[in-house]
């Protein structure tokens, strides 16, 4: 039976011994191996009581097993809804509960702490630690190694990523077969990914990044993953002999230009380099060419989009730009008011059409009608322009988001918490520079009659967000500037606490 998606990356390796994943610890996973462990979780996901299209919901830690829950959802024709394992109870009990989901994997130690979530949602609660131990490799165990493939087509939802909004509301980006099968074919021709191909994977798989843009296009190319549990720069360096290619974010490459044993000797086999999810500045774009007389690939993509340009593998890979339009992406600039095009050179909008375009965000028709129009362009949000040689500059974000290490920001859903709090009369929180995450969010406070206590706002940050939301820094003020609508001039505050982080 057709599953577009399972077949193209998982079913074509069914009884191949080549390696799929090659883990720190010295053990080689075979595709074969990898998807019997596979076939076992989508049994279990069957005894559960799963049906296809319902949603699984899996907050673990980066591991081999982590992964065969994706493929097994696949398998299933389930969908598959990775969340970061920095999300508090209070966040995941909001992603369960909006999508509905019918089974929620968590790290043993979140047990006692989801048992009531998943009660009042009415959904079933399993574990899995790092290592892939809990209570869904027990179940696993009594399996059978192989499973009949659930029938899907391109258009049946695959996963379900949620993205934070500018109202504080997080949405889930639906995207089907179709969207992730035709961005990993793309992906595997633009930058000639072949089955010899060993990509250094160190990302988190719970984003568009590390799991549909690395690890689809290593499993449709037949490729391997040195499959690293979270980023650890000396790992990479040591690691890096025996692979060909890596994806990071920017934070890897200014930490790996820290990194004394990172040269150009150590690099010279390597033939691709690729960042994306943040810009990465032209000054590492440049260090690092002179360190290793390689250009790194910058592509630009999204959550709702998975990729939409990327710099050439052959040709001129320009910094400060993310390359062109992929083939089968259109991509325009607009008037932000009007939605008219713009000519070549002048800053707008960037819209996007093509076959990776999400189907909407789940249950939430008003939000993707205001982002994805009839004709099928979605609005991203960012600003840039489509420069004389047609490569797209992105300049700035229409939408008031901080991109801290490549985990997106959303000030708004910090805001709502601040401006709850005795003594905040109101908040602000802004993006300021930071030299190792790119960006990092600092809160400005307006005092009311009482004086904030610091300390507390804190402890209720931690609580409620997931660490990397919580702001860097928390500053008192008597007011905000404002300009004559009465909006919050953000770019002052900005200017004004660009040294925050300066040493
Ligand atoms: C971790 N911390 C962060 C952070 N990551 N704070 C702000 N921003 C981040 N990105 C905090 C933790 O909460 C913790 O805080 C402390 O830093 C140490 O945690 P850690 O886990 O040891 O950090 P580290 O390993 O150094 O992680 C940094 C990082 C990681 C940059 C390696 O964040 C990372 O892997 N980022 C990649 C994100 C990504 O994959 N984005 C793709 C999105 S998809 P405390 O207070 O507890 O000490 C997308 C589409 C596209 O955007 O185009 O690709
Ligand atoms: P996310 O919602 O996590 O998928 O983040 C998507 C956002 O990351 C985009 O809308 C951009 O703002 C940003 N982004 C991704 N790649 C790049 C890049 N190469 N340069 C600048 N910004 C990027």
């Given amino acids: 039976m057709a599953n577009p998606l399972y077949d193209a990356l998982f079913g074509r390796h069914a009884g191949s011994d080549a390696p799929f994943l090659y883990v720190p610890t010295g053990q080689v996973i075979t595709y074969a191996g990898f998807l019997g462990v596979a076939a076992r979780y989508a049994h279990v996901f069957g005894t559960c009581g799963l049906i296809p299209g319902d949603r699984v919901a899996v907050q673990v830690e980066k591991s081999p097993d982590a992964l065969a829950l994706y493929a097994a959802c696949v398998q299933a024709g389930l969908v598959f809804l990775p969340l970061n394992p920095a999300y508090t109870a209070a966040e995941v ?291 840039g322009l489509i420069d004389d040689q047609g490569y797209v500059q992105i300049v700035g974000r229409g939408k008031d988001l901080i991109i801290s290490g490549g985990y997106n920001i959303y000030p708004k859903e910090i805001e709502l918490i601040l401006d709850d709090q005795s003594g905040v009369l109101e908040s602000a929180v802004i993006a300021v520079p930071h030299g190792d995450l790119g960006e990092a969010p600092v809160a400005l406070l307006v005092r009311g009659t009482q004086e904030p206590d610091l300390d507390a706002i804190t402890a209720i940050l931690t609580k409620q967000l997931a660490r990397y939301k919580c702001p860097r820094k928390l500053i008192v003020v008597d007011s905000l500037p404002r300009n004559t609508m009465g909006k919050v001039q953000k770019n002052v505050l900005r200017d004004a606490h660009a040294d925050a982080f300066k040493i």
């Fill in 93 to 383: 009990n909001y992603f369960v509960n909006n999508s509905g989901a019918r089974l929620l994997v968590c790290d043993p130690s979140q047990h006692a702490a989801f048992g009531p979530i998943a009660a009042k949602a009415n959904a079933r609660l399993e574990t899995m630690d790092g290592s892939g131990q809990g209570s869904l490799r027990i179940l696993a165990a009594e399996q059978p190694a192989t499973f009949e493939t659930v029938e899907r087509t391109s258009d049946d939802l695959a996963a379900f990523l949620y993205t934070s909004g500018t109202t504080g509301r997080s949405k889930g980006a639906m995207l089907s077969q179709g969207n992730l099968l035709s961005n990993a074919e793309t992906l595997v021709k633009h930058w000639q990914f072949v089955e010899n191909d060993v990509l250094l994977h160190a990302l988190p798989i719970f984003h568009t990044h590390g799991l549909f843009v690395a690890t689809n296009v290593i499993l449709l190319s037949g490729g391997a993953m040195i499959f690293m549990p979270k980023l650890d720069v000396d790992h990479l360096v040591k690691f890096m002999p025996r692979a060909t290619c890596m994806m990071g974010v920017p934070t890897f490459y200014t930490r790996l230009l820290d990194h004394p044993g990172f040269t150009a000797e150590s690099t010279a086999h390597m033939r691709l380099f690729i960042s994306g999810s943040a810009p990465l500045l032209a000054d590492t774009h440049r260090a690092f060419e002179e360190r290793t007389g390689k250009s790194i690939l910058e592509r630009y993509g999204m959550t709702e989009t998975n990729m939409n340009t990327s710099n050439p593998y052959n040709g001129p890979r320009r910094a400060g730009t993310v390359g062109q339009p992929l083939p089968g992406v259109e991509l325009k600039i607009t008037n932000a008011d009007t939605g008219e095009i713009l000519p070549h050179g002048e800053i707008g909008v960037i819209e996007v059409r093509g076959p990776n375009v999400f189907q909407g965000y789940w249950q939430m028709p008003e939000k993707t009608a205001a982002e994805l129009r009839e004709d099928g362009f979605f609005i991203t949000g960012d600003l």
